[in-house]
Structure formats: C-alpha cells, structure tokens
C-alpha cells in the first residue's frame, strides 16, 4: 500500500511517501504554509498526486505520553482531512523524529539553508519508516 507520512508544523509541513511494497520510503518534499486550510489542501493535492491509499501524521506527544496543543493541532488536521479523503487517516507517535532527522542530516554532511529546506521532510520520512516497521511487525 503506497501510504504517505506528514510531518505538520507552523511553518512548514514535511512529505514522505513509500513504495506499494512499503519497503522504501522517501522524502518528497515540504509545504511552506501556515495557513491550516491551505496546509490540509496542499496534503490533499499531494495525497492524489503520489495516487496513496492511507496517511500518517505525525501526533507530537510529550516525552511523558501526554498531548499538548501541538498535539491538538495534528488531531484536528486528521480530522479535517477525513472529513475530505476517502482515505484511512492515521496519527502516529513522533517523539523525537526531528531530533533522529537532524543527526541523519548531520551524518550526511547537511548544514545551514540546506538542511533548513529538507529537515521537515526527512522528519516526515522517519515518521513514515516507524509506521511501516509497526505495520510489518504486526501483521499476522
């Protein structure tokens, strides 16, 4: 199943999509918005251009397993997004995505703007590798 990882932020909003086989998943790019209507239609747009059949969206949870207003924000996007896709939407933990993202890009030699440009989406495609692993592990 071709599933797609959304790391949704203020500013920017991280994409990821994997393969059908859910074997690679892949950066594909970022949404440079704040507006939520204009976020959660860029999402939909996207959704339909890389022709997926769930969303991920990353549920930024406190290290304690408890929900803030960040928190709320992803809920209310998923909800917005249900109400459009004919879709499963799902959210996913990402505690510490952005923080695994950032040492990737370390590792990688990616600093400065460039890093910048690219950090929501290798976030995104973190969030995405956590929920095939999960979803690989689970089925019967």
């Avoid at 970022?30 to 991920?56: C, G, L, T, W």
């Amino acid at each position: 199943m071709k599933i797609m990882a959304v790391d949704y932020g203020d500013s920017r909003t991280g994409l990821a999509v994997c393969d059908r086989t859910e074997f690679l998943a892949s950066p594909v790019g970022i949404i440079e918005e704040k507006s939520f209507a204009k976020v959660a239609e860029k999402i939909v747009y996207a959704s339909r251009e890389y022709d997926v059949q769930m969303i991920v969206i990353g549920l930024p949870k406190n290290m304690d397993g408890t929900e803030g207003a960040r928190a709320q924000k992803s809920h209310k996007l998923a909800d917005t997004l249900k109400t459009i896709l004919p879709i499963p939407i799902e959210l996913w933990d990402e505690r510490q995505t952005t923080v695994t993202a950032a040492n990737i890009l370390s590792e990688n030699g990616t600093f400065g703007k460039k890093r910048k440009e690219v950090l929501d989406a290798v976030a995104a495609t973190v969030i995405l590798e956590s929920y095939m692993t999960y979803r690989k592990n689970t089925k019967a």
